[in-house]
């Protein structure tokens, strides 16, 4: 079965660093968009960034553009989200998902495969 296994998170300082990954399994990596969400206490999911299947085109949520960097591996089906200067707004869970067939990156129901999440706390 697929399986996607973020990993990464944890507590930082606003202006601190983090990297997560996420690594999947089941399913042939390269044929699927991959993308982060994340989803703050109270508030609904919402799109941080993707990443195409092999031609590097990336989007990202205006509110991480310049900050995160959304990259991936084909050959260790592993996609990371870099994340510079966090910020407190920035805390969240944050999950992983692939996407098979088109759509909107930036639409949860594009999705058809998540993570479990992992948490990410930025103090101030």
């Known amino acids: 079965q697929v399986q996607l296994v973020e990993s990464g998170g944890g507590l930082v300082q606003a202006g601190d660093s983090l990297r997560l990954a996420c690594a999947a399994s089941g399913l042939t990596f390269s044929s699927y968009v991959m993308g982060w969400f994340r989803q703050a206490p109270g508030k609904e999911r919402e799109f941080v960034a993707a990443?195409?299947?092999?031609?590097?085109?990336?989007g990202y949520a205006d509110s991480v553009k310049g900050r995160f960097t959304i990259s991936r591996d084909n050959a260790k089906n592993t996609v990371y989200l870099r994340m510079n200067s966090l910020k407190p707004e920035d805390t969240a869970v944050y999950y992983c998902?692939?996407?098979?067939?088109?759509?909107?990156?930036?639409?949860?129901?594009?999705?058809?495969?998540w993570g479990q999440g992992t948490q990410v706390t930025v103090s101030s």
């Open positions: 998902a692939a996407a098979r067939d088109g759509g909107s990156y930036y639409r949860s129901t594009s999705y058809g495969y």
């Open positions: 990443i195409g299947r092999s031609d590097g085109n990336t």
